[in-house]
């Protein structure tokens, strides 16, 4: 699945839907589930991998112990049997809905958690280099290598500010979902040239 923006750490995202009847051998199951996900992240290693589902009695904590496990409230009668997995650590925190019709197992409503993360914020006199630096640089330069590549071009500028702008900053804290999509959507609209319609 390649929805229209991830978060630029994920290439892909990668869902295994799971049941492990309460009869099954566990262990196995577990194995099976384990290559399942070895077998995906080969030609995707940078991929978001999550893994749902009924689980009953098995657990993924020993065959994929870098995968993290998200519901932590009961999802049928006082037991917790539906379950979700990531690569990921810290990204959801679980919350019990009531079942869906008919349904013994309870919903579970998982919602993203925002990480602080460091924001760079030029001083004045940076800000005025970096306008300069801006206005004289030759933008077709950047968009005839890159074309409609946006990660790309936002990588290649990117490490043009860096290596050619010693420039002092700031730090301050932001929420990693207050930035990043601004950045590249602003390139997108101001550098990359217009698709003709066809």
Known sequence: MRPHYLPREFTHVIVIAAYI?????????????????RRLQTPHPNALLLISGDFNHASLSKTLPTFKQYVTCTTRGNK???LLYANTKDAYSSSPLPPLG???HNLVHLQPVDQPCTVKKWSEESEEAL???FDTTAWDVFTDSHGEDINGLTDCITSKVHKEMALPFC?????????????????QHDFLPARSGG
């Open 21 to 37: 009847p309460p009869s099954a051998n566990a262990e196995e199951a577990c194995d099976v589930i384990s290559s399942t996900v």
């Open 102 to 104: 008919n349904s013994d």
């Open 171 to 187: 730090c301050a804290r932001a929420l990693s979902s207050s930035f990043g999509m601004d950045f590249r959507s602003n390139l």
């Open 131 to 133: 306008k300069d630096c």
């Open 80 to 82: 917790t049997l539906d």
